[in-house]
């Protein structure tokens, strides 16, 4: 089965590639953060025609699609561009992911870095892999001496926006320093011990289904802000719900859960 998950990463992953650097349209959809190309639907097409002529049965959950339930227990979360605003400026921080969950639960992970010619994958159990080779997060355990992925869309809300601001400022002054690719890449870097963490704070569910994975057969802790446990419901808002997310080694996620503490109560108490 990860064969076929991983024959679909990179079959979006041509079709992104095609297209890059070639956009002829691009759209914004809910607010200037989130823009749509014809390379999301392309993608999205691509990899939704083998699944449903692999497994009929099985229900699709897409960016572009919304979700679609089956006749199984089985649905595929797929995220066709993520990191679509860098591969619209020509930056190669984007790629494709894909999560099979059974019972709401994700078992198999495929997230594709075509520009990079990296491709992770992870399977329930049986560890996280790059182009074929075991990864495992850092073993640092000092804030201080590993760089953060950071990721967060803007926001006409002046509240939401200052309390943002001061969570990154704070990750900013404990952590070595700070990188933003605001995409996969983030995740995928955390996992094979390249960054020390990662931070997100406008995730979708097919924006965490592969990563939570990947991560956590890395060694790594993922929950949300709060430290709790990401919600995989797959219900009439699965396409609407927004997630937050703290990935980590577990001494780094200690120590970050702690400062998002923090950071929540000086917010508080303004």
């Known amino acids: 089965m990860i064969e076929f998950l991983v024959e679909c990463a990179q079959a979006g992953g041509a079709v992104l590639e095609r297209h890059f650097g070639r956009?002829?349209?691009?759209?914004?959809?809910?607010?200037?953060?989130?823009?749509?190309?014809?390379?999301?639907?392309?993608?999205?097409?691509?990899i939704f025609d083998r699944i449903r002529a692999r497994f009929p049965d099985?229900?699709?959950?897409?960016?572009?699609?919304?979700?679609?339930?089956g006749r199984s227990d089985r649905v595929w979360v797929v995220d066709p561009l993520d990191g679509t605003s860098n591969f619209v400026a020509g930056l190669p921080w984007f790629g494709v992911m894909i999560a099979l969950l059974e019972h709401q639960t994700p078992v198999l992970a495929a997230l594709h870095l075509p520009a990079m010619n990296s491709l992770y994958t992870a399977e329930?159990?049986?560890?996280?892999?790059?182009?074929?080779?075991?990864?495992?997060?850092t073993?640092?355990?000092?804030?201080?001496?590993?760089?953060?992925?950071?990721?967060?869309?803007?926001?006409?809300d002046a509240v939401r926006a200052r309390r943002e601001a001061l969570l990154v400022t704070e990750v900013a002054r404990?952590?070595?320093?700070i990188r933003a690719t605001n995409s996969l890449v983030?995740?995928?870097?955390?996992?094979?011990?390249?960054?020390?963490?990662?931070?997100?704070?406008?995730?979708?569910?097919?924006?965490?289904?592969?990563?939570?994975?990947?991560?956590?057969?890395?060694?790594?802790?993922?929950?949300?802000?709060?430290g709790q446990e990401p919600d995989f419901r797959l219900d009439d808002a699965a396409a609407l719900r927004t997630h937050t997310m703290l990935a980590a080694p577990p001494a780094l996620?200690?120590?970050?859960?702690?400062?998002?503490?923090?950071?929540?109560?000086a917010e508080i108490e303004r």
């Not at 759209?27 to 097409?45: G, Q």
């Not at 099985?58 to 339930?69: I, N, R, V």
């Not at 953060?148 to 926001?155: N, P, R, Y």
């Open 23 to 46: 956009l002829s349209e691009v759209r914004t959809k809910e607010n200037v953060s989130s823009v749509v190309t014809e390379a999301d639907l392309a993608s999205e097409r691509c």
């Open 58 to 69: 099985d229900g699709l959950l897409g960016e572009e699609s919304g979700y679609a339930p």
């Open 124 to 137: 329930l159990g049986r560890g996280a892999r790059r182009n074929g080779e075991a990864v495992r997060v």
């Open 139 to 156: 073993t640092e355990t000092d804030l201080a001496r590993v760089l953060m992925g950071f990721g967060f869309d803007a926001s006409a």
């Open 174 to 177: 404990r952590a070595r320093n």
């Open 186 to 226: 983030d995740f995928c870097y955390t996992a094979d011990g390249r960054l020390g963490g990662a931070l997100n704070l406008a995730c979708k569910l097919w924006d965490i289904a592969a990563p939570v994975l990947l991560l956590r057969e890395a060694g790594g802790v993922v929950t949300n802000l709060a």
């Open 253 to 265: 996620h200690r120590q970050l859960r702690a400062l998002v503490a923090e950071v929540q109560q």
